[in-house]
């Protein structure tokens, strides 16, 4: 008998993170015909709303009920969950802010095997589990195998797994509130603080000349600005730009950042982390500028460059203003 | 305070172009340029900041082979107070829960109220701080990018969530936090810096100094072990652009033009 397969699904506003249709291709990806269980935690109506939406996808959704999950707090609901696992489970997580607080230590108290940031699984041989994971800022991809003979916290990188569409479940809602035991913690939520505006709104330019690592100096921010100005567009940037305060966070693309739709966009030396290409929605035409061959980048961009951009970049803007 | 931060020795992927050995047993090292994990020195920095605002002490720890040592002595030149290299052939091969296992037999030596980790390292896992946190059964936050000192029993800390809103909490000491890039601006360690520490004796703590059995660590301890390193088939990639300067500006000024990238 295969062991149990669960997906932790978080919800905003009554609906169901993206990630909940990607965790049923992943988890049948571990064991092809079995039944899944959605596990959904809240308070009210949002959280009735999204149970529904799960029934739908998932054999069974377990729905614990209480105030004290009104916010996602890490630390209550690992514990939460501990309780409401039966041993050797093989739990399912989107790898985000969330899956990384509270799934590392989910694996030790459950004893069970953990694997991060799945980008994508190949089965189970006996009690081994092979999954396929990236290092290195998705330079080396590698084979892992994991022994879960009893249990998994597997996180899965959001958009890796085709969502599972085909709704066709039909599944029971299971309360389990009863179970959740003690919901006190030793980090409680105080509130979210949303991300300051800033002086420019780069999700809605239809072209943006992005900026990372690659630009080396904040001098050099200025030749993007150059480009951007040429083509009528605006200069966005990945997070160590942000970081090193070169440019304001209301700039930054990717996970931690703004979410942008452009058509095109233009990356000079940036690597393509899943982080920043995360936050690079409607597939626009992408054209990556980066000085090395072997960038990941180089992998989702429609056009590539192999150049050095301080060089490069200065010699298409001059070009661009000669018409 | 008594803060411990664990750091750890990586290849720098922002100056290494990374490549898998053609038999896949590993990326090939020959040439690499290792610095700290570029999280580490934000949570080292971090760690500085607060002692030096409400005293105490900074210890950095690494688990990894004695060239490990030169990121220890590199975030002392920083302003850590102690470093600990903890070294053994049978940590070799250990998996995440393995490398918490020493780090928490180094931790329960000591007398810390805060420890650290960066949010992620080269491996990409960022599960070393959750599941130290979870073995000592401390409270745990991620992706950490402020923390402020209420008083001796606790602070308040802000994750750095989706969409870069902060996640506003407050925590028991002792606890665990993992630590985001920008909650700081590390200091610049110059030459100088590092020749100031550089005759301080780092002490090495192998398994039998932490009293850790070799069956619960290393490869024999390990529940996930990677079994390769593989360059993936992705189809075709990125369209390359030849040629000389002019025909690369040319043709992709073009491609633009195309695509409604000039206006
Ligand atoms: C929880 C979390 C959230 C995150 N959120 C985000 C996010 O929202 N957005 C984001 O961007 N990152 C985010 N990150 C960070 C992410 O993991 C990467 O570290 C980051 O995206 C790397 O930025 P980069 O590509 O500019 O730098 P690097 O990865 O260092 O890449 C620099 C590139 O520039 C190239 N280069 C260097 N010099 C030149 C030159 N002269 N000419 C041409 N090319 C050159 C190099 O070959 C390299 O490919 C997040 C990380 C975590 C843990």
Request: one cysteine or more; aromatic letters at 4%; glycine letters at 10%.
């Amino acid at each position: 008998m295969a062991q149990q397969l669960f997906a932790y699904i978080g919800h905003k506003n009554g609906i169901a993170d993206d990630p909940a249709l990607e965790l049923i291709t992943a988890a049948k990806k571990i064991y092809a015909d079995a039944a899944i269980t959605a596990i959904i935690t809240g308070s009210g109506a949002d959280l009735a709303a999204v149970g529904n939406e799960l029934a739908s996808s998932y054999a069974e959704v377990w729905k614990v009920e209480n105030e004290a999950c009104a916010y996602p707090n890490g630390e209550v609901i690992r514990s939460l969950l501990v309780n409401i696992l039966p041993p050797d489970a093989i739990i399912l997580f989107a790898h985000d802010t969330f899956g990384m607080d509270l799934a590392p230590g989910l694996s030790i108290k459950l004893d069970s095997a953990f694997v991060s940031d799945a980008v994508d699984i190949k089965g189970v041989d006996g009690t081994t589990l092979t999954v396929i994971r990236q290092e290195y800022s998705g330079m080396a991809s590698t084979h892992v195998h994991a022994d879960i003979s009893n249990g998994a916290v597997i996180t899965c990188r959001p958009g890796s797994f085709q969502p599972d569409e085909s709704k066709s479940a039909n599944g029971q809602i299971v309360d389990k509130s009863a179970a959740a035991g003690d919901l006190s913690a030793k980090r409680r939520f105080l509130e979210v603080v949303e991300a300051e505006a800033g002086d420019v709104d780069i999700t809605k330019s239809d072209v943006l000349v992005s900026v990372g690592r690659g630009v080396e100096d904040q001098e050099n921010i200025e030749i993007a600005e150059e480009l951007a100005d040429a083509i009528g567009a605006v200069v966005s940037c990945s997070r160590p730009i942000v970081d090193a305060k070169w440019l304001e966070k209301a700039r930054q693309v990717g996970t931690s950042g703004k979410t942008v739709k452009p058509k095109v966009y233009i990356a000079l030396g940036i690597s393509g982390s899943f982080q920043h290409m995360g936050g690079l929605k409607g597939s626009p035409f992408i054209v990556a500028v980066n000085k090395n061959p072997k960038a990941p980048i180089f992998q989702l961009a429609d056009v590539g460059v192999v150049q050095d951009l301080l060089e490069f970049v200065p010699a298409l803007t001059e070009k661009i203003k000669e018409g | 305070m008594e803060i411990l931060v664990c750091v750890k020795r990586v290849p720098d992927t922002a100056e290494n172009e990374i490549e898998v050995k053609s038999d896949g047993t590993d990326i090939e090292r020959d040439d690499l340029v290792y610095s700290v994990n570029e999280w580490d020195n934000y949570a080292v920095e971090e760690a500085i900041q607060i002692r030096d605002k409400i005293g105490g002490s900074v210890t950095v720890v690494t688990v990894g082979d004695e060239e490990s040592e030169e990121v220890v002595r590199r975030e002392m030149a920083m302003g850590a107070d102690k470093g600990v290299l903890l070294s053994d052939e049978a940590f070799d091969g250990s998996d995440g829960k393995g490398l918490a296992t020493i780090l928490k037999a180094e931790i329960e030596k000591g007398n810390y109220d805060l420890v650290l980790t960066g949010a992620m390292a080269d491996d990409g896992a960022a599960q070393v701080g959750g599941m130290l946190a979870a073995m000592l059964d401390w409270p745990y936050a991620s992706v950490v990018n402020t923390i402020e000192v209420l008083d001796d029993k606790k602070i308040k800390v802000g994750r750095e969530i989706e969409g870069g809103n902060q996640e506003m909490n407050e925590i028991d000491l002792p606890c665990v936090l993992s630590i985001q890039t920008g909650i700081n601006e590390p200091r610049y360690v110059g030459i100088r810096g590092i020749r100031k520490v550089a005759a301080i004796e780092i002490p090495v703590h192998g398994a039998a100094d932490l009293g850790i059995s070799s069956e619960s660590v290393g490869r024999g301890g390990a529940k996930v072990k990677r079994v390769d390193y593989f360059v993936p088939d992705l189809g075709e990639g990125a369209e390359i652009l030849e040629g000389s300067m002019d025909e690369i500006t040319e043709k992709l000024i073009e491609l633009l033009k195309a695509k409604g990238g000039i206006k």
